[in-house]
């Protein structure tokens, strides 16, 4: 069976401290990664999308950015968080393309003081 | 570009009573998908329509896709505590998803 993993579920990080959310997803290939950030415990505002290792589609300008090292690995980073920046962070993916579930992570919680 | 719109943003029902959330679109669909997303949680799939007028019913949810795959409901039938969260619907296509803003349901006991 798929599962996806997403990490540090929290934290609490300094404004102009750096940032990597890590997710994983096992159990499938090839599959449609996203990063997504909720704020105020509200709608989902799609930052980032990747259909493939390297492929990275941006979709909101900001100071963050997406990685995606290896076919199941997505990364967030930012090189300095700015109080805007948190908020509750969702990595998620999905099958191909015809396909429209969406299977989240856990969510990542993100406080900048 | 692709615009989805769900309302109403908050809905607060008696337990018992009927809820029901609507989404649309400004443009015609492939497929929409149902979303719940619990206090403190992550966003859960519920079920995803695909073709023009159908209607799917999961216990005391019945969601509906409307004939022109513009817009679709969804309706909870006496509404339970368990029923609390934000409902999303997504209509993206194959890989940009586009969610609506979810409506917050709340149920008084």
């Known amino acids: 069976s798929q599962t996806i993993h997403q990490w540090p579920a929290t934290l609490v990080q300094p404004v102009g401290s750096p940032l990597s959310l890590e997710c994983t997803v096992e159990?499938?290939?090839?599959?449609?990664l996203y990063w997504y950030r909720q704020a105020a415990g509200r709608g989902l505002q799609l930052l980032f999308y990747?259909?493939?290792?390297?492929?990275i589609s941006s979709e909101v300008p900001q100071n963050l950015s997406a990685s995606r090292p290896q076919d199941r690995q997505f990364i967030l980073s930012s090189k300095k968080l700015l109080l805007s920046d948190s908020g509750f962070y969702l990595c998620?993916?999905?099958?191909?393309?015809?396909?429209?579930?969406?299977?989240f992570g856990e969510g990542s919680r993100l406080t900048v003081l | 570009g692709q615009q989805v719109m769900q309302i109403p943003q908050y809905q607060h029902v008696q337990e018992g009573e009927d809820f029901t959330t609507y989404c649309n679109s400004s443009?015609?669909?492939?497929?929409i998908q149902w979303y719940k997303q619990r206090p403190g949680g992550h966003p859960v799939f519920l079920i995803q329509?695909?073709?023009?007028?159908e209607v799917k019913k999961q216990k005391r949810l019945t969601f509906q896709f409307g004939e022109a795959k513009k817009n679709s409901s969804l309706h909870i039938t006496a509404t339970q505590t368990t029923d609390v969260g934000t409902y999303f619907c997504?209509?993206?296509?194959?890989?940009?998803?586009?969610f609506g803003k979810g409506t917050l349901l709340t149920v008084n006991p």
């Open positions: 998620a993916w999905k099958r191909g393309t015809n396909t429209g579930e969406l299977f």
């Open positions: 159990g499938t290939s090839n599959p449609n």
């Open positions: 990747s259909v493939g290792i390297g492929q």
């Open positions: 443009t015609t669909l492939s497929n």
């Open positions: 329509l695909v073709k023009s007028g």
């Open positions: 997504d209509g993206g296509s194959n890989y940009k998803l586009t």
